[in-house]
Nanobody, 120 residues
Framework: VQLQASGGGLVQAGGYLRLSCAASGSIVSLGTMSWYRQTPGKQRELVAYITSGGTTNYPDAVKGRFTISRDNAKNTVYLQMHSLKPEDTAVYYC???????????????WGQGTQVTVSS
């Protein structure tokens, strides 16, 4: 099982980006899926999560601007980021609890990061 994140890039303040995280491999089901971000010298911080039932949660820093969603048929999670600010600049990582076909329960998988840079 692998998670592949994509969609990062350079955008001006106030702009929009959509990140995607696609799970591949032999998968039984996806559980809670999350996006984190990290800047140099700082701890990785949670940006959003979505449960298998569709419940979402966001920290105050992104609430109202970011939206996480999932397409279970495509094993993909999205992060729509509106009204981007320079302080949103970071490497964004997807994280997922995934039940692999050869497994006996959910395991935690991380994707590679994708860089988001917001210019002022």
């Amino acid at each position: 099982v692998q998670l592949q994140a994509s969609g990062g890039g350079l955008v001006q303040a106030g702009g929009y980006l959509r990140l995607s995280c696609a799970a591949s491999g032999s998968i039984v089901s996806l559980g809670t899926m999350s996006w984190y971000r990290q800047t140099p010298g700082k701890q990785r911080e949670l940006v959003a999560y979505i449960t298998s039932g569709g419940t979402t949660n966001y920290p105050d820093a992104v609430k109202g601007r970011f939206t996480i969603s999932r397409d279970n048929a495509k094993n993909t999670v999205y992060l729509q980021m509106h009204s981007l600010k320079p302080e949103d600049t970071a490497v964004y990582y997807c994280d997922g609890f995934i039940w692999p076909k050869m497994g006996r329960g959910y395991n935690d998988y991380w994707g590679q990061g994708t860089q988001v840079t917001v210019s002022s």
